[in-house]
């Protein structure tokens, strides 16, 4: 079946880069999503890539696809102590039922 | 108003009790979904339904049921609880266009002692 993985922590500087890595299985995959939840809160989108995209790039935030390795990357520029979240990969496969499959999610924690 | 509302938000059970959680939803979307989430193990999907009168079973439906009393209303019951079914609990929402993705509820914290 489909598998997202994610490194489980992340730790940096605030004002630094962070780079937030991603690696999925499922070669039929359309959609490629980064979620964000904060402490008590559900998930929420950030940004998301279509498939034949390379990069993407929203204010802070950039997307970059590998689709030949199945790797995806979410850089936060800037990073302040608001960005302190867990961030979720999720990704849809283009099968009969449109399935979205979500990685482990990656804690990020931005050091004042 | 919050799109995706779940009650309640924090719940404490006995072992072998029933209980529902409930989730509402105010996009007006036909899809809503339940997921569980478990440090380290992300979000897996116990049930969706694309409509009204179509639900389905997602990886991890054993021990659980669900009622889809409305295209707003999605119902998620444990029959008989049990402690590893001590989770998170997330309701989402989705238009059939999902490049807006998901939106979810705030989530449960279902304890079950």
């Known amino acids: 079946g489909e598998d997202v993985e994610q490194s489980l922590f992340l730790s940096v500087r605030e004002g630094d880069s962070s780079v937030i890595n991603c690696t999925y299985t499922?070669?039929?995959?359309?959609?490629l999503y980064w979620y964000k939840q904060e402490p008590g809160a559900g998930l929420q989108l950030l940004t998301y890539?279509?498939?034949?995209?390379d990069m993407k790039q929203d204010q802070r935030l950039t997307v970059l696809l590998n689709k030949k390795d199945k790797h995806l990357s979410l850089r936060i520029a800037d990073t302040q102590t608001g960005d302190s979240a867990i961030y979720f990969c999720a990704e849809l496969s283009d099968g009969g039922y449109q399935k979205v499959t979500f990685g482990t999610g990656t804690k990020l924690q931005v050091i004042p | 108003d919050a799109d995706v509302t779940q009650t309640p938000r924090n719940r404490i059970t006995k072992t072998g009790k029933r209980i529902m959680l409930e989730c509402s939803q105010t996009?007006?979307?036909?899809?809503m979904y339940w997921y569980r989430q478990d440090p380290g193990l992300g979000l897996r999907l116990i049930y969706y339904s694309f409509d009204v009168k179509d639900i389905n079973k997602g990886e991890i439906s054993d021990g659980y049921s669900v009622s889809r009393q409305a295209q707003a209303k999605f119902s998620l019951s444990l029959e008989s609880a049990i402690p590893n079914q001590t989770a998170l609990y997330f309701c989402a929402t989705s238009d059939r266009g999902l490049d807006a993705g998901y939106t979810f509820g705030s989530g449960t914290r279902l304890t079950v002692v």
């Open positions: 499922d070669s039929s995959s359309t959609y």
């Open positions: 996009k007006g979307h036909d899809r």
């Open positions: 890539i279509f498939s034949n995209m």
